[in-house]
């Protein structure tokens, strides 16, 4: 997947200068195209800030998730890599493999740039299953003439449990843009799906002018695809929608859906990741197979009002049907917020968020994400607190562990609503909103929550909070995750996230919230998987050993801990690091 035009080097330039000028590195999905960095392989690898159970190589940097898919026993996890520097640049599908999601194996790259029909780059897809129980990946390619084409590949030797070799046929291209479609943005094809008339069916993110579309293909075979004549989905005023995925869900209970299914009462999901936002949005819809038509509902949006996978620094996920344990996986990218030069000097960029498996909220309106069982393995020592008050002001450390790698799980319990403050119906942006109303804000129900990565002064912490607020009609809870004092180094880019939470405070008074702390990165799920924010902190104090972890409460109203457990994290094993 390309994320820069070459007709905008003069503008990414001069940004990029004036980023620098004001000594504040924005990073964001973008590849500046640095030919003279591209192959500067790392000479030291710093681990001060690699995280010890999130998903990255030994070196050199990472993006998009590619291609997962669980065959004959195994996980297979692809993955943009540059393997010989640590930014953007000589691209080729990395490949590692598992048998549990949590413990890795690098083999050989899958892809790399080998054919005319990929010369220029091979960029992201996914797999699918075909029938006999034959994987092929599906992938976009850069041609001679630098326009995007989509390409298949299958395993060569099927009875390799690590599917180490692929083969790319000549008959590729299998998708080219033609009829008008832009060939600069053309990218990123979905997994397959098998209809009732039996041809296959996949979407490929694309734009005109400033609308976002999945354009749709059909085939009887796999081989010829045919260009349906009306896209899957299209919204005006999105720009160009990169990795797009569609997938069914269950509409009651946990188990995951294969992408061919559509018997039983299901609903649909449809995501993209927005090139001009840098953020991912998903709907809720109906699939009108008569029409192949993706329908959204009604309160389901596609624009920056939309629901999110992540609030935080996430972009370019993809999922997959976990035939194993029959659950659908997502994986998601989150990329470095320190500068570049940090990342050619620490010879690493990029992770991928902790595998969540994901099912429909029972309300229908959202999906919820939860990080896969197979994690809970990874827990070691345990401290814990039950039933604590959080006076106002309170402040409580949680000690006995290494809390710069570790897995919090809080329930609070707020029941004095009386003091809530009054929420503004203008307050339409909930992470303007975290900004606004920040950790040391004190408020009436809030903020309370953690912080986490801090130092034994808190001149460093990451913190991760509640506030609730009073409507006329309900209360709101606001989740934030606010790394604006992480560091005490200059020029990091430290954004405020934030989200609202669908959870009836009212009713029993409680919220419930889970932090991943993993050095360089937060992974935070708040009102049980409703809401997920991510972020990439990098102290300079709080690091290791010296790092605290505390429960606070800088509201008016008390907050009791119900139930709070923290497990110092293991390392599992990680592609050889």
């Known amino acids: 997947m390309e994320r820069f035009y070459r007709v905008l080097w003069v503008f990414m330039v001069l940004l990029f200068c004036w980023r620098d000028i004001i000594n504040v590195e924005v990073v964001d999905g973008s590849h500046l195209v640095l030919e003279d960095l591209q192959s500067v392989s790392a000479a030291v690898v710093d681990t001060k800030y690699k995280t010890g159970y999130h998903f990255q190589p030994p070196e050199h940097w990472i993006n998009d998730p590619n291609g997962p898919m669980y065959y004959n026993g195994v996980y297979h996890l692809f993955y943009q890599y540059n393997p010989k520097g640590a930014v953007w640049g000589n691209i080729v599908w990395a490949h590692s493999v598992s048998t549990d999601m949590i413990n890795w194996r690098a083999v050989d790259p899958a892809i790399y740039p080998s054919k005319p029909f990929d010369i220029n780059g091979c960029w992201s897809g996914s797999a699918t299953i075909l029938p006999g129980n034959k994987p092929v990946i ?3 390619g850069v041609d001679p003439q630098n326009q995007q084409v989509q390409n298949i590949a299958f395993p060569k030797n099927l009875s390799d449990p690590d599917l180490r070799e692929w083969v790319k046929p000549d008959y590729n291209p299998i998708i080219a843009p033609v009829d008008g479609i832009n060939g600069s943005a053309f990218r990123d094809p979905t997994t397959a799906w098998l209809g009732p008339d039996r041809r296959w069916r996949l979407v490929i993110g694309t734009k005109r ?10 085939s009887k075979d796999f081989i010829h695809w045919v260009r349906a004549k009306h896209p899957l989905h299209s919204a005006a005023g999105t720009g160009m929608w990169e990795c797009p995925d569609f997938f069914p869900v269950a509409m009651r209970g946990v188990r995951g859906v294969d992408t061919s299914e559509y018997n039983g009462e299901l609903k649909y999901v449809f995501k993209v990741s927005l090139d001009l936002t840098r953020y991912e949005y998903y709907t809720i819809g109906s699939y009108r197979r008569d029409l192949d038509k993706y329908v959204p509902d009604g309160a389901s949006v596609d624009n920056g009002s939309g629901l999110r996978y992540d609030y935080g620094n996430f972009y370019a996920s993809k999922s997959f049907f976990d035939a194993g344990k029959k659950r659908r996986i997502l994986w998601g990218w989150t990329n470095e917020s320190d500068s570049r030069q940090d990342d050619i000097d620490k010879g690493w960029a990029g992770i991928q968020t902790v595998p969540r498996a994901v099912w429909l909220d029972p309300s229908g309106k959202q999906l919820i994400q939860w990080p896969i069982e197979e994690l809970e393995r990874l827990r070691g020592r345990l401290v814990s607190v039950k039933n604590k008050v959080l006076r106002s002001g309170g402040l409580v450390e949680i000690s006995g562990i290494l809390t710069s790698q570790a897995n919090v799980v809080v329930s609070f319990e707020v029941t004095a609503l009386v003091k809530a403050e009054r929420f503004d ?7 303007k909103l975290c900004e606004r109303k920040g950790t ?15 130092s034994s002064g808190k001149e460093e912490y990451t913190s991760v909070f509640f506030r609730i607020f009073k409507s006329p009609t309900k209360y709101v809870a ?3 995750q606010d790394p604006s004092r992480s560091s005490v180094r200059a020029g990091l880019y430290k954004p405020v996230y934030g989200a609202f939470v669908d959870v009836d405070i009212k009713r029993n008074g409680q ?7 993993d050095h360089s990165a937060v992974e935070s799920f708040g009102g049980e998987g409703r809401v997920c924010i991510t972020s990439r902190v990098y102290p300079g104090m709080a690091v290791g050993s010296n790092a605290h972890l505390y429960a606070f409460n800088y509201g008016a109203e008390d907050v009791r801990i119900l139930d709070l457990k ?3 994290m293991k390392k599992p094993l990680m592609n050889g690091a």
């Open 425 to 431: 119906p203008s307050w339409s942006d909930p992470q």
């Open 440 to 454: 040391e804000a004190k408020g009436g129900v809030g903020p309370f929550g953690l912080l986490v990565l801090a």
């Open 566 to 568: 923290a497990w110092e």
């Open 478 to 480: 606001l989740m934030c």
């Open 511 to 517: 919220i419930a919230l889970r932090s991943l702390i």
């Open 138 to 140: 599906l992938y976009t």
């Open 209 to 218: 002018r400033s609308r976002g579309v999945a354009v749709m293909y059909r």
